[in-house]
């Protein structure tokens, strides 16, 4: 089998497998309790978020840990707006994961904000000059995803947060689908807070952080018993905590050597591509984009009957977001981009991952021309 959708998770490294067994075994305290139990729990937190504080560049007061992505996606977009009130009005981008988008709407329905969208290009990019058209004096937070989940392509963060602040606005990016991919350095990016999930990086499903920036205020999303410095009430996961940073310090120092390998085998899979699917029409940023995530649209098919066809050939992919499965509406990301939603629905993502090989990517390009001929097949 070739596992070729690793934007909807990873494989669990056995590394953060082995770190987190002590922490559901014997020293499975709780980190509140004021015994020698509860305090070994207490150091390897604290361990933890040292960690991913060094992988980030931040201070480790400033990681707040969360159940996964959403959490920290919907703790900074509500808490920092809600914490913030320099104005009631809010700005995202179209393509943003739904975690984004859905708490904006909320802050909308609930709270009275504004909600604005900055226009993404035909790569789905969103551009310095794009958000300046958007963002006033009143904006108290922009968000804006480093790097798309559906089509890979990677945003000028910095140089948004420039705009964003030089408008007195706070700045936070999801930077999920980054991790392990482009380098997380807080200052660099410049943005106020980002979003993190484990189980992109090899850890479990059901950990992930918000790192906020020194003592910014952050209204909780949870109430409760005033855990991570009362940003997020509830009994801290010590296990998926240390597997969490256990494999973000390892896809960290693996980058560099990944990274590129990675992205030469994507290249040479969308000339594969090219060669025996002449019709495939790739999605997202030609050249600013995730090593490892190429997206298609075959104007004419069914996304999802290619997506089958594959599978029954062994290779697993996606038609967009996991997020978004079993939805029968097309990508959100896609028709912000101007595909018609007809064509969006016709989407394959194809995202390989650190183990990938030149054999793997022969493969499920050879696969994908099989199942396009007979999905076409089909239809006529």
């Not at 410049?190 to 790192?211: E, F, N, R, T």
Request: net charge negative; hydrophobic share 45%.
């Amino acid at each position: 089998m070739i596992f070729a959708d690793h934007a909807a998770t990873t494989p669990v490294r056995r590394e953060a497998l082995e770190a987190m067994w002590p922490y559901l075994t014997g020293s499975f305290g709780n980190p509140s309790s004021r015994h020698g139990v509860g305090e070994e729990a207490a150091r390897a937190l604290a361990w933890a978020r040292a960690e991913v504080a060094a992988v980030v560049g931040c201070r480790p007061g400033d990681v707040v840990f969360t159940s996964g992505g959403t959490e920290a996606d919907n703790l900074a977009v509500k808490g920092l707006a809600l914490a913030n009130p320099r104005g009631r009005h809010v700005v995202v981008s179209p393509v943003e994961h739904e975690a984004v988008l859905e708490a904006a709407d909320a802050l909308r329905r609930l709270h009275g904000f504004e909600v604005d969208l900055v226009d993404v290009d035909a790569s789905g990019m969103a551009t310095p000059g794009a958000l300046a058209r958007v963002i006033r004096p009143g904006t108290a937070l922009v968000s804006v995803q480093l790097a798309n989940n559906e089509v890979g392509t990677v945003n000028p963060v910095a140089e948004l947060a420039r705009v964003a602040h030089e408008a007195g606005a706070l700045m936070h990016t999801d930077v999920v689908q980054a991790a392990g991919w482009l380098p997380l350095s807080f200052d660099a990016l410049g943005v106020d807070a980002l979003s993190l999930a484990g189980h992109k990086v090899g850890a479990p499903k059901g950990i992930g952080a918000l790192v906020v920036r020194g003592r910014l205020p952050l209204e909780p999303v949870l109430h409760g018993g005033g855990q991570e410095r009362g940003r997020r009430s509830g009994t801290e996961n010590v296990a998926g905590a240390v597997a969490f940073a256990t494999a973000l310090r390892l896809a960290e120092a693996e980058r560099a050597e990944v990274a590129p390998r990675v992205a030469a085998l994507t290249a040479r899979f969308r000339e594969l591509v090219a060669s025996g699917v002449p019709d495939a029409v790739p999605t997202g940023h030609p050249a600013n984009r995730l090593p490892g995530t190429v997206s298609y649209v075959f104007p004419g098919t069914s996304g999802e009957a290619v997506l089958l066809e594959l599978e029954r050939r062994d290779v697993i992919v996606s038609s967009g977001s996991a997020c978004a499965a079993g939805s029968d509406e097309p990508s959100h990301v896609l028709t912000a981009m101007g595909v018609a939603p007809e064509v969006a629905q016709t989407a394959v993502r194809f995202s390989f991952g650190a183990d990938a090989t030149d054999t793997d990517v022969g493969a499920a390009a050879a696969a994908l021309a099989e199942a396009v001929s007979a999905v076409r097949d089909i239809v006529r």
